[in-house]
């Protein structure tokens, strides 16, 4: 029995619709596709939000001691990701498209390259910082989407549908 639908396409553009369609529903929020789309996007959403929620403030502290050139101790701290979290990133990024972050209007050039020069996988650091902390109080994983039906479309009457993250 088949786990996933098959949504009348080849296993490589099943794939690379599904990882676009959730890429863009973490991003902007909602989007607007047919219902059976909607129900595979949002079992994979979930289960990146439910990563994010995990992981989301699972930090290391490093204490790093050394002498400097005029022979003095000195102390540095470091907050670091721990290696579930490093390994949740990386899960998130392998399936994730990498979406470039845009220059606005009143920035100039300069700016926005030292803005964006850290941040390669915006997605991925919208799941940690925003999704993560808004959904961990909820005890139970899953329910982070909602889907409304919208109707019929025109042309071939697919049923079209909003999805949406709560």
Wanted: hydrophobic share 35%; charged share 35%; proline share 4%.
């Amino acid at each position: 029995m088949a786990t996933e639908r098959k949504l009348g396409r080849p296993a490589d553009q099943r794939k690379a619709l599904l990882r676009n369609q959730v890429t863009q529903l973490i991003w902007n929020g909602k989007i607007v596709t047919t219902l059976d789309r909607a129900k595979e996007v949002r079992s994979i959403a979930e289960k990146l939000i439910t990563l994010a929620m995990r992981e989301c403030d699972n930090t290391v502290e490093v204490t790093k001691t050394y002498k400097n050139d005029k022979g003095q101790e000195v102390t540095e701290t470091f907050v670091n990701d721990a290696p579930s979290k490093l390994h949740a990133r990386r899960i998130m990024m392998s399936y994730l498209y990498e979406i470039p972050d845009v220059k606005r209007k009143d920035e100039d050039k300069a700016d926005w390259k030292e803005r964006t020069k850290d941040v390669k996988y915006p997605v991925v650091e919208k799941l940690f910082r925003e999704y993560g902390p808004k959904f961990e109080e909820k005890k139970c994983a899953g329910g982070y989407t909602r889907i409304y039906k919208l109707g019929p479309r025109r042309g071939d009457a697919a049923e079209m549908c909003i999805i949406e993250i709560i």
